[in-house]
T-cell receptor, first 114, second 109 residues
């Protein structure tokens, strides 16, 4: 398996533009997680899905952020409109379960909003 | 949520054993202790997980005392490539396990 795949790896955009980040989890994993990492706040859990259904989005910073998982092999995190404070590295991760199974992270998308 | 406390940074030299201790005074009965490693420009990577006593794999050992209020990640004979941030997480569910600031380990030649 190729592991968790994220695209793009780098994204530079201007304030006010829409940004869409993509993730392909490991096949067979029922859980998908979106994280954001910044120097100030560290690694934060934004939202996670179980069998394509959003379970907990309490970490989503505000209404400008939305996430979808239309099928078991694809998820998107959208920011509309983007702001400079959204600049961060966004990670997607997947796991077999919510318990103690290993969680596998993707390489991340480095987002810069000018 | 069980809170964890780790040193912010540590330095070591190649070939030495490194021990990183994590405090988790309010760990719950069902909680596991999990350590992740993160290299620059990469996502965190699972290293080891344990519940009590000692766990060893090909990468590291994890020592957990009987009261489980702390744990120690031991990296034998570190190399330059072990320079990374190491995170200690405590919980019984992924959504309860929070990444703190981690410990930035720098291995010097």
């Amino acid at each position: 398996d190729a592991g968790v795949i994220q695209s793009p790896r780098h994204e530079v955009t201007e304030m006010g533009q829409e940004v869409t980040l993509r993730c392909k989890p490991i096949s067979g994993h029922d859980y998908l997680f979106w994280y954001r990492q910044t120097m100030m706040r560290g690694l934060e859990l934004l939202i996670y899905f179980n069998n394509n259904v959003p379970i907990d989005d309490s970490g989503m910073p505000e209404d400008r952020f939305s996430a979808k998982m239309p099928n078991a092999s694809f998820s998107t995190l959208k920011i509309q409109p983007s702001e400079p404070r959204d600049s961060a590295v966004y990670f997607c991760a997947s796991s077999l379960s919510l318990t103690t199974d290993t969680q596998y992270f993707g390489p991340g998308t480095r987002l810069t909003v000018l | 949520l069980a809170k964890t406390t780790q040193p912010i940074s540590m330095d070591s030299y190649e070939g030495q054993e490194v021990n990183i201790t994590c405090s988790h005074n309010n760990i719950a009965t069902n909680d596991y202790i999990t350590w992740y490693q993160q290299f620059p420009s990469q996502g965190p990577r699972f290293i080891i997980q344990g519940y009590k006593t000692k766990v060893t794999n090909e990468v590291a050992s994890l020592f957990i005392p009987a009261d489980r209020k702390s744990s120690t990640l031991s990296l034998p004979r570190v190399s330059l490539s072990d320079t990374a941030v190491y995170y200690c997480l405590v919980g019984d569910r992924r959504d309860d396990m929070r990444f703190g600031a981690g410990t930035r380990l720098t291995v010097k030649p």
